[in-house]
């Protein structure tokens, strides 16, 4: 790229300017392709550290207008240029994600459906909620891939995993706690995991609430992560003690408890005996026993037959294709 097409680009901060004076007057869509347009040239000049600068400003102000679309598009090219410019991960480029990511509205669902206007509303609210979760997820997803392939973690980016379990749970009408947790293993807040898990378990079905705990804690050995996985599952128990809320007693929590004492010591028989003896609890899930495969793996060594096989096998790839 010649220094004459470099040169003849003015700052970006000229761009931001005017782009935001016709974002403030309404004017959206022609904003987005002004934005579009624009940091392209710049990103062709190369001059990707102006590109971002654009692109940054454009998802933050449609998004605080409410252009969740809009907004959405801008954060995935905003994580499209730091590939293409090929920023290695660090605290800055963190900070400026969670800017984009903070900036991606909130929303209630309404709780109460009355006549056929509250009807309506709801429906609308429905849809807006999977707009945002939708934009906000392929946006972090996205992120987190970049941080696996620029930054030093193979499972990516531990705070945009937490905060990607965040909005999927705050955000989502009805809340898929698979994906919710699989963020939150990866993420740096057992402590917030725990919260969640705590409130989930206040408001969900019966037969619910132990499949969570379980799900959580076997997500967490899985990795290899047995400090956290018993962090969890004491600190849930704690948690609903002091909110006089009962705790799940079930032979599947029965499972779980002799399971995190048998990890704590060269166990292979025990840990063997145990998943024959719970096995019509541990199949309560199809992924369990998954999950067991992996952290007998972890633990003791044991080969998995076909470890690419199953669901879990495929999450485990880690971010390619799949529909998290």
């Not at 800017?99 to 509205?105: G, H, L, R, T, V």
């Not at 939708?134 to 499972?155: M, V, Y």
């Not at 995190?260 to 028989?269: G, I, M, N, V, Y």
């Amino acid at each position: 790229m010649s220094r004459s097409r470099k040169a003849s680009l003015p700052p970006a901060s000229e761009n931001i300017e005017k782009l935001q004076k016709i974002v403030d007057g309404g004017n959206y869509y022609g904003a987005q392709q002004m934005y579009k347009s624009t940091s392209a040239r710049y990103v062709s000049a190369e001059r990707y550290s102006d590109a971002l600068d654009i692109i940054e400003s454009g998802a933050c102000l449609q998004l605080k207008h409410d252009q969740v679309t809009c907004g959405s598009e801008l954060a995935m090219l905003f994580v499209d240029t730091l590939v293409k410019g090929k920023f290695s991960y660090n605290e800055d480029l963190l900070d400026r994600l969670r800017k984009i990511y903070e900036a991606f509205p909130r929303n209630a669902v309404p709780d109460h459906v009355g006549d056929d206007d509250d009807m309506q509303k709801l429906t609308e609210a429905l849809g807006a909620a999977k707009i945002r979760v939708e934009g906000c997820s392929s946006f972090l997803r996205a992120a987190i891939r970049w941080s696996i392939e620029f930054g030093t973690d193979k499972n990516g980016c531990r705070e945009l995993h937490t905060m990607l379990a965040e909005y999927i749970y705050s955000e989502t009408p009805e809340v898929d706690m698979n994906k919710v947790s699989f963020h939150f293993v990866r993420g740096k807040s057992p402590k917030r995991f725990t919260d969640t898990l705590v409130n989930f378990m206040e408001k969900c079905y019966p037969g619910e609430d132990d499949l969570a705990i379980a799900r959580a804690v076997l997500m967490y050995l899985a990795l290899g992560n047995l400090r956290d996985a018993n962090y969890v599952y004491n600190e849930v128990k704690k948690q609903l003690e002091s909110k006089e809320v009962e705790y799940p007693e079930s032979d599947l929590m029965q499972f779980i408890s002799y399971l995190l004492q048998t990890l704590e010591r060269d166990a292979l028989p025990l840990f063997r005996m145990l998943r024959q003896n719970y096995n019509s609890s541990i199949e309560r899930d199809p992924a369990f026993h998954e999950l067991l495969d992996h952290i007998a793996e972890r633990f003791y060594g044991v080969r998995r037959k076909n470890p690419m096989q199953g669901m879990f096998g495929d999450i485990f790839k880690m971010m390619g294709d799949i529909n998290m």
